[in-house]
């Protein structure tokens, strides 16, 4: 089945960077929707970006000026960006898909990832 594994998370200063990664492992034909999504201790979990296969993005509007959603379709996986950090950012970021082909059949999820822990902090 499809499994989503995410890398980049950790320790930064405020004002730093980091950029996370989600690869989508198994023998994957094309996603129709991958992206990020992010949860602060005692709050719901929220979306930070999203892209289509297409190149379509949706950010949301409290982070759209500091990040940068991107990806390798080649490689199956996302990208996010993320600058001018600060302690508010703090959160478990988590990679979510939509609609994956897999062997001829699609699958329209959803599928999530464990979650990488960014925490921004001096």
Known sequence: QVQLVESGGG???PGGSLRLSCAASGTISSINVMGWYRQAPGQERELVAVMTRTGSTNYADSIKDRVTISGDTA????YL????????DTAVYYCHANGVTSMGVFYAGPYWGKGTLVSVSS
């Open 81 to 88: 960006q993320m600058n001018s950090l600060k302690p508010e």
């Open 75 to 78: 490689k199956n996986t996302v």
């Open 11 to 13: 320790l930064v200063q």
